[in-house]
């Protein structure tokens, strides 16, 4: 089993550009959560989806920001128009989301807005 | 809504000292509590996971407790290592929120 696996590592992208994160969640994990890693801050929840679905959303910004978890293929978060604010680390986690058995992350993307 | 809040913020200690590391949370109706590692650049890696309804785990030198009612956990370091040497991060599941809270950290640096 590979993990939760998260890429690219490292993302560059100009001030306007697009930018596509993509996770593949551990065999049988059907639930998908992404984090936001500011410059010394905690993890922020972003959102919560399941295969097709998109549970919870109340963490992530209402513009310029979508997620999507189709029924084959990774996890994708998207940021249009990227500004130099986005610049984070994002982590995707995964979990079977039976009886606890709590969650486990992806190494992350770095995206760095020049 | 759930706050997590870890103390210290920072800790320096030498090589072999036992340490204690706190967390607590706001809200107790939480399913679970994780606590994580994360090395500078790095992902997270899952060190202990205590149920809800558990009162402590173990895993090797790591000891972490959970006192739910109050709101607390702590998370035992024995005979420190510089390899443990990463901020290390308390999480809960529940308590209103989906997915994990964390909480902002505690940067350890163990001295050779």
């Known amino acids: 089993n590979a993990g939760v696996m998260q890429n690219p590592r490292h993302l560059v992208r100009r001030r306007g550009q697009e930018a596509r994160l993509r996770c593949s969640p551990m065999?049988?994990?059907?639930?998908v959560y992404w984090y936001r890693q500011l410059p010394e801050e905690g993890l922020k929840f972003m959102v919560y989806?399941?295969?097709?679905?998109?549970?919870?959303e109340s963490g992530m910004p209402k513009e310029r920001f979508s997620a999507e978890f189709p029924k084959e293929g990774p996890s994708i978060l998207r940021i249009q128009q990227v500004v130099r604010g986005d610049s984070a680390a994002y982590f995707c986690?995964?979990?079977?989301?039976?009886?606890?058995?709590?969650?486990?992350f992806g190494s992350g993307t770095r995206l760095t807005v020049v | 809504k759930q706050e997590v809040t870890q103390i210290p913020a920072a800790l320096s200690v030498p090589e072999g000292e036992n340490l204690v590391l706190n967390c607590s949370f706001t809200?107790?109706?939480?399913?679970?509590l994780q606590w994580f590692r994360q090395d500078p650049g790095k992902g997270l890696t899952s060190l202990l996971l205590?149920?809800?309804?558990?009162r402590e785990q173990t895993s090797g030198r790591l000891n972490a407790s959970l006192d739910k009612s109050s709101g607390r956990s702590t998370l035992y370091i024995a005979a420190s290592q510089p390899g443990d040497s990463a901020t290390y991060l308390c999480?809960?599941?529940?308590?209103?929120?989906?997915?994990?809270?964390f909480g902002k950290g505690t940067h350890l640096i163990i001295q050779p």
């Open positions: 986690a995964s979990s079977p989301r039976t009886a606890n058995y709590g969650y486990t």
């Open positions: 065999k049988g994990h059907s639930h």
């Open positions: 989806l399941q295969k097709e679905n998109i549970i919870d």
């Open positions: 809200d107790s109706a939480i399913y679970n």
């Open positions: 205590i149920q809800s309804s558990q």
């Open positions: 999480a809960v599941e529940g308590g209103g929120a989906d997915g994990l809270t």
